[in-house]
């Protein structure tokens, strides 16, 4: 069975200091990874995906997120953090070929930008 | 704007009652997922449908059903409501049962009281 864990319920950063959010799955199988985004009463947003390309993986708004096989880690991280980059932000893993089950989520992290 | 659209936005009921959920996918998209998000056990896979057919299950209760229609919109069907199933209910949608890519609509917010 497929998990993620992400350390951390709570990250809080100044404007204009690094964001790291940290990501950690189990899959036995090559997995497919992503990073959401959710802001305040919306649907999630697809921030990027990891899929067996490229191990860096740059996404919107900046963010970007490395596959590291090793550690079992897709952890996300901005250069430069934004106001409008205060929201809540999910990993999720899927088998590869992915559709044929759900993702399965982080409890997810809310991420604080401080001014 | 994803492109999925979810209705109602908003559905206070009370317990025992029966709710449905409407879904509609992305043009296009064939596949539909449904997921709850709840303080309690966060975001869960309830079930999949790729075109009109239930592909896969995950934590959905027996009360809860699930079905697309051959326009390809979907419904959650949830009964005999318990206070616990005051949740989110998220629909998302994809091309095919092989895409790897879940864009999501903007959820409905069930609250059981």
């Known amino acids: 069975a497929q998990s993620v864990t992400q350390l951390g319920s709570h990250v809080s950063v100044s404007e204009g200091a690094l964001v790291l959010l940290r990501c950690n799955y189990s899959?036995?199988?090559?997995?497919?990874l992503f990073w959401y985004v959710q802001y305040p009463n919306q649907g999630l947003q697809l921030l990027l995906k990891?899929?067996?390309?490229?191990?860096l993986v740059k996404g919107i708004n900046g963010f970007e997120a490395e596959f590291k096989k090793s550690e079992t880690s897709f952890h996300l991280t901005k250069p430069s953090a934004h106001m409008s980059d205060a929201a809540e932000y999910f990993c999720?893993?899927?088998?590869?070929?992915?559709?044929?089950?759900?993702?399965?989520f982080g409890k997810g992290t809310h991420l604080i930008i401080q001014p | 704007d994803s492109g999925v659209t979810q209705t109602p936005k908003h559905l206070i009921t009370a317990t025992g009652q029966r709710v449905t959920l409407r879904c509609s996918p992305r043009?296009?998209?064939?596949?539909v997922y449904w997921y709850q998000q709840s303080l309690d056990q966060g975001l869960q896979f309830l079930i999949q449908?790729?075109?009109?057919?239930?592909?896969a299950k995950g934590n959905i209760l027996e009360r809860f059903s699930a079905q697309q229609f051959p326009d390809l919109h979907s419904e959650l069907n949830l009964s005999s409501l318990e206070l616990g199933d005051s949740a989110l209910y998220f629909c998302?949608?994809?091309?095919?049962?092989?895409?790897?890519?879940?864009?999501f609509g903007p959820g409905t917010r069930l609250t059981v009281l």
């Open positions: 899959s036995s199988v090559p997995p497919y």
């Open positions: 449908y790729y075109n009109g057919e239930e592909r």
């Open positions: 998302a949608s994809s091309v095919t049962s092989l895409e790897d890519t879940q864009y």
């Open positions: 043009s296009g998209d064939l596949s």
């Open positions: 999720a893993v899927s088998d590869a070929g992915g559709g044929a089950d759900g993702l399965t």
């Open positions: 990891y899929t067996s390309a490229a191990t």
